[in-house]
C-alpha cells in the first residue's frame, strides 16, 4: 500500500510559539492531501483540504490564520500552527489520495502536539 | 445531512470468536466505503475500498460486506493482535471527503 510520513512524530513547544508538522506521500503523487485533528477516545475531525499549487480549503470553525496549510508539491504538504496555545495541544494526522479514481486515502501516523 | 453511525462503540471478544462490526450510512452521492484500523497514539491504516452494494473485500481475517444502507466488517477467528479501533468512512459525491463514523474499539481476549 501507499505510505505517508509525518514529522515530526512528537512536539512540545511553548505557548506563543509556532510549530510546523510536515507530510509525505513516500511513493506517490497526491494532488490531494487532508488535515485532520483528534481528540482522545474520539474519531478524526477534518481541518482542511489541501490541493497542489491552491489555498487550502478550509473546514467551518477552523482559524485558517492559525493552521497555516502549504501544498507546495506533489508529495508535501505542511500544517504550521502560529502562535499555539495549550488549547491546541491535540493529535494531529495528515492523509493523501491516491490519483486516479479508487479515491483512496492513506493516513501518516500523526503528530502529538503538547503546548505547555 | 450526510452520516456515518458504528455499532457496536466497544466489544469484546474471546480469542477464536467470530463477530461483525456494522456501519450504517446515509452519505449522498457516494464514491466508496472505507475501513480502517487505528492502534492507539497511530494514524490509521487503510484496510478496504468498497464502491457497490454486494462489493465484498477480505484480508486475512477480516472481510469487508457492503449493501445500500450498511456495511459490515467480519472478522473470523480474531487474535489479540487485531485488537483496534475500526473505523468507518463514506466518501461523499458531493464533498469529496471522507466522513467518519465514531469507530468500534475491538478487544480480543487470549
Known amino acids: 500500500g501507499a505510505v505517508v510520513s509525518q514529522h515530526p512524530s512528537r512536539v512540545i513547544c511553548k505557548s506563543g510559539t509556532s510549530v510546523k508538522i510536515e507530510c509525505r506521500s513516500l511513493d506517490f503523487q497526491a494532488t490531494t492531501m487532508f488535515w485532520y485533528r483528534q481528540f482522545p477516545k474520539q474519531s478524526l475531525m477534518l481541518m482542511a483540504t489541501?490541493?497542489?499549487?491552491?489555498?487550502?480549503?478550509?473546514e467551518q470553525g477552523v482559524e485558517k490564520d492559525k493552521f497555516l496549510i502549504n501544498h507546495a508539491s506533489l508529495t508535501l504538504s505542511t500544517l504550521t500552527v502560529t502562535s499555539a496555545h495549550p488549547e491546541d495541544s491535540s493529535f494531529y494526522i495528515c492523509s493523501a489520495r491516491t490519483p486516479g479514481g479508487s479515491y483512496e486515502q492513506y493516513f501518516g501516523p500523526g503528530t502529538r502536539l503538547t503546548v505547555t | 445531512e450526510d452520516q456515518v453511525t458504528q455499532s457496536p462503540e466497544a466489544l469484546r471478544l474471546q480469542e477464536g470468536e467470530s463477530s461483525s462490526l456494522n456501519c450504517s450510512y446515509t452519505v449522498s452521492g457516494l464514491r466508496g466505503l472505507f475501513w480502517y484500523r487505528q492502534d492507539p497514539g497511530k494514524g490509521p491504516e487503510f484496510l478496504f475500498t468498497?464502491?457497490?452494494a454486494g462489493e465484498e473485500k477480505e484480508k486475512e481475517r477480516l472481510k469487508a460486506t457492503l449493501t445500500k444502507k450498511e456495511s459490515f466488517l467480519h472478522i473470523t477467528a480474531p487474535k489479540p493482535e487485531d485488537s483496534a479501533t475500526y473505523l468507518c468512512a463514506g466518501l461523499g459525491g458531493a464533498t469529496n471527503k471522507l466522513i467518519f463514523g465514531t469507530g468500534t474499539l475491538l478487544a480480543v481476549q487470549p
Open positions: 489541501s490541493n497542489e499549487g491552491s489555498k487550502a480549503t478550509y
Open positions: 468498497l464502491y457497490s
